[in-house]
């Protein structure tokens, strides 16, 4: 299949910004900030980077395989699942309601397709990912696994075991990204738990650290990714410092910890719907 | 005293429930090529090291950091492997419990958690690392198998046959030489309980280290014409309801015991199962709601009440109560 031109996938992410914000209006409930701002990340992984297969197998075999430990912001990631193909448009109107597959966090109790774990409680996506990584070896597959983090989660104490295994296993079929927007719940990271040097941390645990300066720059996330695949196989793991903005694409949600996680409401959705361009048509 | 009893299982030797679980792995690893093992430094405790040598490919060292080793092995599944992590119970459970959750339990992982040194027989070391509630936190979590084997051979047992279910399993046992009273190459049966003595006036449910004091148990009231029937409850869950149930039908009354808390442990579930489908007087023997202490492990069972003097002493009250 013939990789979607750039203008194509900036109409994706248009769409998937549109799903985001009427999937969180619609219950309430929900984190539109960081699902907005890695929309380039997660439309350049399943339209452009990955080989993977609608037809999910849990497996994914042959496959390259996305773990997402930030798990809170799964509208982002439903909504890209649903735009893939693995399950219809229509069920996005489901999240985070009684008897859905969506559920606030991923999980794969529901069966909803392209969910391979749950996430949610953070610092724990790494570690699988870092598994799946080590079964793919063992079972000769040299696809490639993904895994995405965020920033604030850095001050959870797993991501350093799980930092330091990596390279001493030699886990080179992974490249790992963090979200780095700067914000977590409370406030402004460096307020809240002062990161200071990631790209220092992760270089001193052994890995190959590179940066994306603009994350919602969809070239500069494509071009990162094709360079972090371009570093694998040599005995070390890929950690992708991405550097993006909390709410892109929305001006009143942008840069601000405060649309962390809550709801806009008609008016903002309003508001928010028409900066954003219908492209595949609203669920 | 136990030489000279009439106990209706015996045994020529004594070896540690975690070398069944180490011999048990290697020939698992043997027969299954998807059976791989993950350790945080302390394959020499849980006797992984004739894996490790035999299989070094499917084989990780993770270090001190057992939540990692919980997610890696989790991730481990979804290429279709199958992990047996190896700690002690301690920090296979309690100390990794939110990572067992969401990224096993949760996530219907096929994990197993194979954890050593359980309970009060880990003796010296002391409290910090004689869980008593880790059967409890298992077993409060859904889709978990919760195994607890009574010896050597039993061990080995249950380790090559929890390869062959898929879900994720909490497989406990412990460090001090052990009487080995059940026959070599017997078949595992996952949530069947075994019903070793035959008897009519009470059933005693044990599991663990206290199937062999039950079994002493059951010799010294049958000195005083007491017929004990002896069930080992190797799986705590899923609970066989069904064995325990016509047990009860017919001696009226029973007693547990396990190296556990009474909170939370086996002896509450076989209580949840009277309760709600056959009441009858059951006494529990356990640990009362308190830590242990450093001390040689029979030392430990007779201080915390956990032998079969004690097990005699549990079946006196009950058929007191019929």
Redesign the interface.
């Known amino acids: 299949m013939e990789k979607p031109s750039i203008k194509q996938l900036k109409e994706i992410c248009s769409q998937v910004r549109r799903d985001i914000v009427r999937m969180v209006h619609g219950v309430q409930s929900g984190h539109p900030g960081a699902s907005l701002g890695c929309t380039e990340f997660f439309v350049a992984l399943y339209f452009h980077q990955m080989k993977h297969n609608k037809d999910f197998d ?4 042959g496959e390259d ?1 996305f ?1 997402l430990s930030n798990g809170h912001i799964s509208p982002v990631w439903y909504s890209v699942l649903a735009r893939s193909g693995y399950f219809p448009a229509e069920e996005l109107a489901t999240f985070r309601k009684i008897d859905s597959r969506l559920q606030g966090h991923p ?3 529901e069966g909803l397709p392209g969910i ?6 953070l ?14 070896k ?2 000769n ?1 040299t696809r490639t696994v993904y895994a995405l983090m965020g920033d604030g989660e850095q001050q959870e ?2 991501i350093w ?2 930092a ?2 990596a390279p ?2 030699g886990v080179d079929n992974l490249i790992a990204s963090i979200d780095v927007n700067g914000q977590q719940i409370d406030g402004p990271t460096d307020k809240i738990m002062n990161l200071l040097d990631l790209k220092a941390k992760w270089e001193a645990f052994g890995w190959q650290v590179i940066e994306t300066e603009n994350g919602n720059d969809i070239e500069q996330v494509i071009f990162s990714l094709e360079k972090a695949k371009g570093m694998l196989g040599n005995g070390k793991p890929v950690l992708n410092l991405l550097r993006t903005d909390m709410g892109y694409g929305v001006d009143f949600m942008v840069g601000t910890h405060k649309w962390h996680g809550i709801a806009p409401d008609d008016e903002q959705l309003a508001s928010a719907l028409g900066q954003l361009e219908e492209t595949l048509g609203d669920y | 005293m136990e030489k000279t009893l009439d106990t209706k299982f015996t045994y020529t030797e004594k070896k540690d429930t975690r070398s069944g679980f180490g011999d048990g792995f290697l020939e698992v690893g043997r027969k299954n090529p998807d059976v ?1 093992g993950l350790c945080a430094d302390l394959i020499g405790s849980l006797k992984m090291g004739a894996f490790q040598k035999e299989f070094p ?2 084989f ?1 060292q ?2 001190i ?1 057992e ?15 199958i ?1 047996y992590t190896g700690t002690f119970a301690n920090f296979s459970t309690g100390r990794v419990y ?2 067992i ?3 096993i339990a ?4 096929n994990v197993k958690i194979c954890a050593s040194h359980a309970g009060l027989t880990l003796g010296e070391d002391g409290a910090t690392h004689q869980i008593l509630e880790d059967v409890g936190m298992m077993r409060m979590l859904p889709h978990m198998t919760v195994i607890n084997p009574c010896d050597y051979n039993q061990t080995k047992a249950a380790t090559i046959a929890i390869a062959d279910y898929e879900g994720p399993v909490y497989l406990r046992f412990g460090r001090p030489k052990w009487p080995i009273f059940t026959p070599a190459n017997q078949k595992f049966e996952i949530g069947k309980a075994w019903k070793m003595i035959d008897g009519k006036d009470v059933s005693i449910f044990a599991t663990g280290h206290l199937v062999w004091e039950a079994v002493v148990a059951e010799a010294l009231l049958r000195e005083e014409g007491i017929q004990a029937e002896v069930i080992n409850l190797h799986t705590i869950k899923p609970l066989d309801t069904e064995a325990i149930l016509d047990s009860v039908a017919k001696t009226g009354c029973a007693v547990t015991a396990e190296e556990h808390q009474l909170n939370g442990g086996m002896g509450d579930s076989v209580a949840q199962t009277l309760v709600r489908n056959h009441p009858a007087p059951l006494e529990m023997v356990g640990v009362n709601d308190s830590f242990g202490e450093s001390g040689k492990p029979e030392d430990l069972l007779e201080k915390y009440g956990l032998n079969a003097a004690n097990i005699v002493k549990a079946v006196k009250r009950v058929l007191a109560r019929k």
Do not use: W
């Open positions: 849990p497996k994914g075999l395989l773990f999980a794969t109790e391979r774990i749950a996430s949610g409680s610092g724990q996506g790494l570690s699988v990912a870092i598994g799946a990584a080590l079964a793919k063992l079972n597959d104490g797993q075991e799980a330091m295994c001493h296993h | 791989v490919d499917r990780f993770v270090g950091a939540a990692n080793m919980m997610g890696v092995a989790a991730g481990l599944t979804i290429g279709g492997k992990p939110d990572q959750r969401q990224s949760y996530s219907g992982k």
